[in-house]
T-cell receptor, first 115, second 112 residues
């Protein structure tokens, strides 16, 4: 089954304690991306990756880091989380090729609360 | 989980009626546009897309219309069903297909 898997799904953490949200896809997609979703603001792109070792900033990259060492994984790193990073986070992947290239597959989301 | 759409525009339709959800976009350089459906507690789900050089595209029970003159996108759902109740987002894709801007979303309620 085609899947984008995120972990953890729910996390409460404290300000300043580094955390990583993992994302893995089993569709051999080149493109992966992270979004945050906040009430009234919709989904906003944090970072994206066009392929292994190729990443770029989205609209709201501040306070986040990413890495793409292998095709299937795209972890989101919060080096020093702050309360304004409390949000619902989604990882997504897409083939970006061929007739199905526009389809983006989303994970189930990770609820993060920073206190 | 808590709602992420507390202040969304809302559309309420009767089961069996057609629904039209609208979206205004901002970037005239967008390459294509996508409509997503998001049910409570789940990630967005791809519905249909349309390239910027098209005006209309039809899928199963859904039609997307693109008016580039006024930067407007609409999603039409035929014979709306209770299972269509969700939040619907439009998204514009630009930057060579790598950057995405989402609309705030519209909540669709389908009354049985």
């Amino acid at each position: 089954e085609a899947q984008v898997t995120q972990n953890p799904r729910y996390l409460i953490t404290v300000t300043g304690k580094k955390l990583t949200v993992t994302c893995s896809q089993n569709m051999n997609h080149e493109y992966m991306s992270w979004y945050r979703q906040d009430p009234g603001l919709g989904l906003r792109q944090i970072y994206y990756s066009m392929n292994v070792e190729v990443t770029d900033k989205g609209d709201v990259p501040e306070g986040y880091k990413v890495s793409r060492k292998e095709k299937r994984n795209f972890p989101l790193i919060l080096e020093s989380p702050s309360p304004n990073q409390t949000s619902l986070y989604f990882c997504a992947s897409s083939p970006r090729t061929g007739s199905s290239g526009n389809t983006i597959y989303f994970g189930e989301g990770s609820w993060l609360t920073v206190v | 989980g808590e709602s992420v759409g507390l202040h969304l525009p809302t559309l309420s339709v009767q089961e069996g009626d057609n629904s039209i959800i609208n979206c205004a976009y901002s970037n005239s350089a967008s390459d294509y546009f996508i409509w997503y459906k998001q049910e409570s507690g789940k990630g967005p789900q791809f519905i249909i897309d349309i390239r910027s050089n098209m005006d209309k595209r039809q899928g199963q029970r859904v039609t997307v219309l693109l008016n580039k003159t006024v930067k407007h996108l609409s999603l039409q759902i035929a014979a709306t069903q209770p299972g269509d109740s969700a939040v619907y987002f439009c998204a514009e894709i630009w930057g060579g297909g790598f950057k995405t801007i989402f609309g705030a979303g519209t909540r669709l309620f389908v009354k049985a």
